[in-house]
C-alpha cells in the first residue's frame, strides 16, 4: 500500500524558534509530488510547500523549507522563526499518476508565546 | 483567487435521511475531490472528478456517491445516512495531476 505516516501526532514550539515536522512516504512511483498543507483553526486547508520528486533541490517558501531524501522516502517540514500563525494542523501529502493525493494523519503545532 | 465554496458549514441530518453536499469552484479547474476528515485518521479520499460527468472512487466510497453534470459543481450524495458517517467533510479542487488542491471550508455533517 502507498501511504504517508507523520510520526508526531503533535508538536509544540517556543515562538521565533524552528520546528521540524517529520513525515515519511511509502510508494513505487518513480515519478510524483510531495505536499505540506496548514490547517488552522479555521478550517481552511492551504497549501504550504510543494515538491516534485525529480527535482533535487530543497524547495523553500520563506520561513518554510523542506528536507527532501528521496532515497529514504522521507519529507520533513522546517518553520524557521515561528509565529503564532503557524500554529495549525499540518498533513504531508504524495500524489502520483492518478490524480489523487493520499495524505498523513497531520501533526498538530502548538506555537507558545 | 480560486475560491472552493460549500453549500453548508454546518448541517445536522437524521439516520437514513438522504443527504446532499454541494461543492463549487470558480477556477475552471478540471479535477474535483471530496474527502472526509476524522480525528487520528486525517483526510481520506471518497471520490473524485476528473472530467464532467466522469467520476472514480477514492479510498473509502461505501454509502457515498456523487454528481458532477456541470463542470464547476461537485455534489457528494450520502443515499441514506448512517451514524457513522458523521464527520467533516472537505471538497476540493486542481486544475491537473501534481498541481496545487484548492480546499473549501468544509462541512460538518452530524447524523443522529
Known amino acids: 500500500a502507498q501511504t504517508v505516516t507523520q510520526s508526531q501526532p503533535e508538536m509544540s514550539v517556543q515562538e521565533a524558534e524552528t520546528v521540524t515536522l517529520s513525515c515519511t512516504y511509502d510508494?513505487?512511483?518513480?515519478?510524483?509530488?510531495l505536499f505540506w498543507y496548514k490547517q488552522p483553526p479555521s478550517r481552511q486547508m492551504i497549501l504550504v510547500i510543494r515538491?516534485?520528486?525529480?527535482?533535487?533541490q530543497n524547495a523553500t517558501e520563506n520561513r518554510f523549507s523542506v528536507n527532501f531524501q528521496k532515497a529514504a522516502k522521507s519529507f520533513s517540514l522546517k518553520i524557521s522563526d515561528s509565529q503564532l500563525g503557524d500554529a495549525a494542523m499540518y498533513f504531508c501529502?504524495?500524489?502520483?499518476?492518478?490524480?489523487?493525493?493520499?495524505f498523513g494523519k497531520g501533526t498538530l503545532l502548538t506555537v507558545n508565546p | 483567487d480560486v475560491k472552493v465554496t460549500q453549500s453548508s458549514r454546518y448541517l445536522v441530518k437524521r439516520t437514513g435521511e438522504k443527504v446532499f453536499l454541494e461543492c463549487v469552484q470558480d477556477?475552471?479547474?478540471?479535477?474535483m475531490f471530496w474527502y472526509r476528515q476524522d480525528p487520528g485518521l486525517g483526510l481520506r479520499l471518497i471520490y473524485f472528478?476528473?472530467?464532467?460527468?466522469?467520476?472514480e472512487k477514492g479510498d473509502i466510497p461505501e454509502g457515498y456517491s456523487v454528481s458532477r453534470e456541470k463542470k464547476e459543481r461537485f455534489s457528494l450524495i450520502l443515499e441514506s445516512a448512517s451514524t457513522n458517517q458523521t464527520s467533516m467533510y472537505l471538497c476540493?479542487?486542481?486544475?491537473?495531476?501534481?498541481?496545487?488542491?484548492?480546499f473549501g471550508p468544509g462541512t460538518r455533517l452530524t447524523v443522529t
Open positions: 510508494t513505487s512511483e518513480s515519478d510524483y509530488y
Open positions: 477556477m475552471d479547474h478540471e479535477n
Open positions: 476540493a479542487s486542481d486544475r491537473g495531476n501534481g498541481y496545487e488542491q484548492y
Open positions: 515538491q516534485e520528486a525529480y527535482k533535487q
Open positions: 501529502g504524495w500524489g502520483g499518476s492518478n490524480y489523487k493525493l493520499t
Open positions: 472528478s476528473y472530467d464532467v460527468k466522469m467520476k
